[in-house]
């Protein structure tokens, strides 16, 4: 079955630590996203890649990087220059960027000890 | 710029009862909506799409969207709720023309009571 896979279902980050939220497609979409979910924010998008090799910044980049090395694989690093993490994350693909459908992961709930 | 608003942040309806979620949308130029869908601890999923085929658009389990361009509106609705329905709903609009990133709104909890 094609889908998107993130892990792990639940992270914890200590303070100063850097940790890594994997998210993996087997749709062989073009485009990915990464996106913020804070109860009564609706979704807010941190990074988003329309290609291999290529990605730009959204509306809430800061203290947050990406990479984008393979077409199926777009993880997104939580540094400790985020202050405030805790947060549930959903990564996103779709066909195209834009207009097309976007198909959700399940999400990673990070928790700050 | 492109954004979308959605009215009321809960709903409560009977079970049987009409549903009716609100959405608003603001875009330059002609928009893709979209609504979509998210249980407790899960990812979104969509719904239905509007992308200028047809003003009326159905989706999946029943729901329906109508796009009213002189109201800047595309409110969601079911005729009959049925308790699965109780989930978190969201609008999206996305621009026509290249590369448009998609905006969602606050989303509304649709609670179901039996």
């Known amino acids: 079955d094609g889908g998107i896979t993130q892990s792990p279902k639940y992270l914890f980050r200590k303070e100063g630590q850097n940790v890594t939220l994997s998210c993996e497609q087997n749709?062989?979409?073009?485009?990915m996203y990464w996106y913020r979910q804070d109860p009564g924010q609706g979704l807010r998008l941190i990074y988003y890649?329309?290609?291999?090799?290529?990605?730009q910044k959204g509306d809430i980049a800061e203290g947050y990087s990406v990479s984008r090395e393979k077409k199926e694989s777009f993880p997104l690093t939580v540094t400790s220059a985020q202050k405030n993490p805790t947060a549930f994350y959903l990564c996103a693909s779709s066909i195209l960027a834009g207009e097309e459908t976007q198909y959700f992961g399940p999400g990673t709930r990070l928790l700050v000890l | 710029a492109q954004s979308v608003t959605q009215l009321g942040s809960h709903v409560s309806v009977s079970e049987g009862a009409l549903v009716l979620l609100r959405c608003n949308y603001s875009?330059?130029?002609?928009?893709?909506l979209f609504w979509y869908v998210q249980y407790p601890n899960q990812g979104l999923q969509l719904l239905l799409k509007y992308t200028s085929a047809a003003t009326l658009v159905k989706g999946i389990n029943g729901f329906e969207a109508e796009f009213k361009k002189s109201e800047t509106s595309f409110h969601l609705t079911k005729p009959s709720a049925h308790m699965s329905d109780a989930a978190e709903y969201f609008c999206a609009v996305s621009e026509r023309g290249g590369y448009q990133k998609v905006t969602f709104g606050t989303g509304t909890k649709l609670q179901v009571i039996p």
């Open positions: 749709l062989n979409h073009d485009a």
């Open positions: 890649s329309q290609i291999v090799n290529d990605f």
């Open positions: 875009s330059s130029v002609p928009p893709y």
